[in-house]
């Protein structure tokens, strides 16, 4: 069994006297979480806690420093995470995520990390954490940062998918399902429950109804199948993303070939 790491630092561990030169031009290390009912068999806290597990190994693994973990996420839909009819999501409006998170970043841009790593756990809040770190670039922030953001499900390959989920139903509909209950089995089990329901007919991918049957988008707020989860699966599927992070940030992937230059540099405004 590949041993969790135990060494990570700690960003809110420095002193402010600390920050600024312990900071600039190194590696920070991000979790952007949820709050977010996830059936009956797992905790409220899944979209908060795979992420910031994926973040502490990627920020060890890095030599960075992990930021604690944003806790609370974008609203829960349908289609995606059961919907707000299901008692215990705490939510942000979307124009509030946005501002939010850009006040977030903002306050790290000032700090010139040389880079920042973001890892989404929650399904609704990739477009609006997109959008927070796009709507930075016009104002010049982060002139010297190489950001790198994504939900942790990005990093699973297609080959993975194939060998270890052949049902796969998408990942809007993995809420509550095979994947999160395999890795809360591998990290947190004590708060895994053991009744565990599944749903036979998964919301189709990107389609919204109104009127909303919701008796039919899912079983109790599971929206596919969980059989077949396991600690063993979860962790295979753990260490296959904190892997394909690591590896994907050292390739140097998205980062321009002549060194850090922004879109505005280039295009030579000021
Ligand atoms: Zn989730």
Redesign the pocket.
């Known amino acids: 069994m590949r041993r969790r790491t135990t060494t990570v630092r700690r960003y809110g561990d420095l002193t402010s006297a600390q920050v600024g030169s312990t900071v600039e031009g190194s590696t920070l290390v991000w979790a952007v979480g949820g709050l977010?009912q996830?059936g009956p068999h797992l905790p409220l806290s899944?979209?908060h806690d795979i992420p910031s597990a994926i973040a502490e190994e990627v920020a060890a693994a890095l030599d960075g420093y992990l930021l604690p973990s944003q806790p609370i996420s974008a609203r829960s839909l349908p289609q995606s995470?059961g919907g707000l009819h299901l008692p215990g999501t705490v939510h942000l409006r979307g124009t509030t995520l946005v501002e939010y998170l850009t006040d977030c970043l903002r306050g790290l841009s000032e700090l010139r990390p040389g880079r920042l790593v973001i890892i989404n756990?929650?399904?609704e809040n990739e477009g609006l954490l997109f959008e927070a770190i796009d709507g930075c670039r016009p104002t010049d922030l982060f002139r010297d940062t190489v950001i790198l953001a994504a939900s942790w499900w990005s990093f699973v390959h297609g080959s993975f998918l194939a060998r270890e989920l052949p049902d796969f139903p998408g990942w809007h509909a993995e809420?509550?399902g095979l994947t999160?209950t395999s890795l809360m089995l591998y990290l947190r089990p004590d708060t895994v429950r053991a009744s565990r329901p599944g749903h036979d007919t998964p919301p189709l991918a990107g389609v919204y109804v109104h009127p909303l049957d919701v008796s039919r988008m899912s079983n109790q707020g599971v929206l596919s199948s969980t059989e077949g989860a396991s600690a063993d699966l979860g962790e295979r599927l753990f260490w296959h993303v904190v892997d394909n992070v690591c590896e994907l940030v050292r390739s140097g992937y998205g980062v321009p070939r002549e060194g850090l230059v922004t879109a505005d540099r280039a295009e030579g405004r000021p």
């Open positions: 977010e996830h899944v979209d995470g756990g929650h399904y809420h509550a999160e």
